[in-house]
């Protein structure tokens, strides 16, 4: 191989490496985002179970740094942006089993919408944001955002994903306020969605009523037209019966003697008729 060849190899090698750096770099921040349906990483719902479980820990790692710092003014100490904190955690932590799309929208976008999230959460508490546990807080931003944002998942998942979500790091008595907060958001969020549950299940709980009631109605039914029961007619004779084992007990059987006897009689009884004596 001449050198000239050697040269030309390496030169292009040279170009295309530029080309690919350059246009890496022109990509805008807008372009390098996370498909849910990321192919190469699970999908199931138990990735995107695990999904959410990062999400509230890096999530409620941002609150106390970055928006802390944000909030109360000191924004020379903002240095834990959240896609940093995903970075993060896709290095120290074996992710495959998570649905990693699903992970970095929420990492992306919950921190892009958390004042709209925040005034959504506040209308629904007795209380005001910063009164909150970080916990309940990064709980509450997951359920808020898919209610608004993902309505392909029924409200009833959100809610269950959020009482998993605060078994597995939040109080013991927080399920309430998480609870009551989501769900008076969904009324509000997902209204057509909720009325239509809400009569369906009138509508299974009146079925299950009414075959409750025409299943009592067939007993009392049958309760009635039953026969009245009749006195049982004796089926034993009225005579007494004399048991086998009472062999003191003699039956009158004619035998032979007395039919001899009675013959006897009888003749007897010819013999002494009287005659009429008028004609001698």
Avoid: C
Avoid at 24 to 37: L, N, P, R, T
Avoid at 52 to 60: C, I, K, N, P, V
Avoid at 81 to 94: L, Y
Avoid at 101 to 127: C, K, N, S, V
């Amino acid at each position: 191989m001449t050198d000239q060849l050697k040269r030309a190899i390496n030169a292009a090698k040279t170009a295309q490496t530029d080309a690919t750096t350059t246009d890496k770099a022109s990509m805008s921040a807008d372009e390098q985002h996370f498909d849910m349906s990321e192919s190469s990483y699970k999908t199931s719902h138990t990735a995107v179970r695990k999904a959410r479980r990062f999400a509230m820990q890096g999530l409620y790692e941002w609150l106390v740094t970055d928006r802390r710092f944000d909030l109360d003014g000191k924004l020379g100490w903002k240095d834990n942006a959240p896609h940093d904190i995903a970075a993060r955690t896709r290095a120290t932590n074996a992710m495959h089993t998570v649905h990693i799309g699903y992970y970095h929208e929420m990492m992306r976008d919950i921190p892009e919408q958390i004042d709209a999230l925040d005034a959504l959460i506040a209308q629904h508490l007795d209380r005001g944001i910063d009164k909150l546990d970080t916990v309940e807080h990064a709980i509450l931003l997951i359920g808020a955002y898919e209610l608004q944002n993902r309505l392909e998942i029924p409200y009833k998942v959100v809610l269950d994903e959020a009482m998993k979500l605060n078994n597995h790091f939040g109080a013991t008595d927080a399920h309430k306020l998480i609870n009551a907060v989501l769900d008076r958001m969904a009324i509000e969020v997902r209204a057509i969605e909720v009325q239509a549950d809400t009569k369906a299940n009138l509508r299974t709980s009146q079925k299950a009523a009414a075959k409750q009631a025409n299943a009592t109605n067939d007993t009392q039914d049958n309760a009635n037209s039953q026969p009245e029961p009749t006195p049982d007619k004796p089926t034993a004779s009225t005579k007494p019966r004399i048991s086998a084992n009472k062999t003191n007990v003699k039956r009158n059987r004619p035998n032979k003697a007395d039919a001899n006897k009675q013959s006897t009689v009888t003749d007897s009884a010819a013999d002494t008729v009287p005659t009429d004596n008028s004609d001698k």
